[in-house]
């Protein structure tokens, strides 16, 4: 087994040996995905967007999950050996590529919401459009090398319309202060997607990508 970590994120006590467990629970399961625990705080904009974001990516992954249909990652993944033997230079969401070409080559993608690890959002509007307009340039980039694009909230809306609203309507009824959040946050994914467009139509790559510098302090 191979543990991937993004560098600016921290597992929490015992997110390694669930993942490890969740792994070893099936022969079938090619990678395992964590869930990530946003520590920023709900004192403004951008501090409610990233406890949206990832509450929206865990709804979307447990509904996947629960159908054996997820084909995506996160901050930190596990993956057995054979599932992917190298990853293209030009990979821009390495986490999303690997889990689609799991699935191409008949594994299983194991989301295992057990498995936190720490991450911090953008305190910047900038540098969360920035952020998203990346991650969506590294979908269709995925779609690209693998013919597939990773299934992501984003994409469920044209793949699968009836999941998009299940995954929707889950996160407004549990949480409906967040509304206006929600409002924002389809804007600047709009935004965000128009950018992502432009940036593949003018040739702009992000494999190397500026810094978001406020999304590096973690405390232990």
């Not at 629960?66 to 993956?79: R, V, Y």
């Not at 693998?146 to 609203?165: A, I, R």
């Amino acid at each position: 087994m191979l543990l991937l970590v993004s560098a600016d994120v921290l597992p929490e006590l015992g997110c390694i040996p669930a993942m490890v467990s969740a792994m070893e629970s099936d022969p079938s399961i090619g990678v395992v995905s964590s869930r990530p625990n946003p520590v920023n705080g709900n004192h403004c904009l951008t501090g409610h967007l990233g406890h949206l974001y990832w509450r929206l990516h865990h709804e979307t992954l447990s509904l996947l999950d629960a159908s054996n249909q997820n084909t995506h990652g996160g901050e930190a993944i596990l993956l057995r050996r054979g599932v992917v033997n190298s990853i293209p230079p030009d990979c821009i969401n390495d986490d999303a590529y690997i889990g689609v070409q799991a699935v191409l080559r008949g594994f299983r993608v194991k989301y295992c919401a057990e498995a936190r690890v720490k991450t911090r959002t953008p305190d910047r509007i900038t540098e969360l459009i920035e952020q998203r307009r990346r991650i969506i340039a590294g979908h269709a980039r995925v779609k690209r090398h693998t013919g597939k694009f990773p299934k992501v909230l984003t994409t469920l809306s044209f793949q699968d319309p009836s999941k998009f609203m299940q995954v929707l309507t889950s996160e407004l009824r549990s949480h409906p202060r967040s509304l206006p959040s929600f409002l924002v946050a389809l804007y600047l994914e709009a935004v965000s997607g128009m950018l992502a467009i432009v940036d593949g139509v003018a040739g702009r790559e992000h494999v190397i990508w500026n810094t978001a510098k406020t999304t590096k302090l973690i405390p232990d």
